[in-house]
């Protein structure tokens, strides 16, 4: 799996859009790239997955440039409900890829304040 | 419809006993993945079980085991605890079907083991 490089924290305010960039210089062809959310005490929620350009859902949306060697994960207009821990995920775990084990970093620790 | 469910949610244990945790995969999946999260760390993957087989690893000592039942439960069992094996101890569902959306993986709240 592609190794991926991330902030370690990041800190942001109510109602602002929050970008966290993640680095993945060795990604290959048939890796997608995947953002999971941990609050504390719980499980990681899956976010959102990508393989190229731009993916939105209601929750966030992904963007990988063409050379696909970076992403960058958008939340629009973060709540204080939104501090927790991102990771972003890169292997071959698009459709029919497997659902084989995940291998998660240290994730960027998100802290919104009012 | 249930998530993914895991018992107990914490336990105490000490060093050179055995544990077994317990989770119930999300309806329609097939694939239960265990996972180790020490303090201010990501998951690691310890291992994944499908049709009641060990089919991935990590890089976990043989001391860590599993097992997957017919209606797709499962189990981890560790045995002669270390005070490193203090831990979150989370249990993700999925399908292996090529028709699954994405293969995301579905988490449940995980166990808190506490080794003294």
């Known amino acids: 799996l592609a190794k991926t490089t991330q902030p370690i924290s990041m800190d942001s305010y109510e109602g602002q859009e929050v970008n966290i960039t993640c680095s993945h210089n060795n990604i290959a062809t048939n890796d997608y790239i995947t953002w999971y959310q941990q609050f504390p005490s719980q499980g990681p929620r899956f976010i959102i997955q990508g393989y190229k350009t731009k993916v939105t859902n209601e929750v966030a949306s992904l963007f990988i440039p063409a050379d696909r060697k970076s992403s960058t994960l958008s939340l629009p207009r973060v709540s204080l409900s939104d501090t927790a821990v991102y990771y972003c995920l890169v292997g071959d775990m698009g459709p029919g890829g497997g659902a084989d084990g995940l291998t998660f970093g240290k994730g960027t620790h998100l802290i919104i304040q009012p | 419809d249930a998530g993914v469910t895991q018992s107990p949610t914490h336990l105490i244990k000490t060093r050179g006993q055995q544990v077994t945790l317990r989770c119930s995969p999300k309806?329609?999946?097939?694939?239960v993945s265990w996972y180790q999260q020490a303090l201010g760390q990501g998951p690691q993957f310890i291992f994944q079980y499908y049709e009641e087989e060990e089919r991935q690893r990590g890089n976990f000592p043989d001391r860590f085991s599993g097992h997957q039942f017919p209606n797709y439960s499962s189990e981890l069992n560790v045995n002669a605890l270390l005070l490193g094996d203090s831990a979150l101890y989370l249990c993700a569902s999925s399908t292996k079907s090529r028709g699954a959306y994405n293969n995301e993986q579905f988490f449940g709240p995980g166990t808190r083991l506490t080794v003294l």
């Open positions: 309806s329609g999946h097939d694939t």
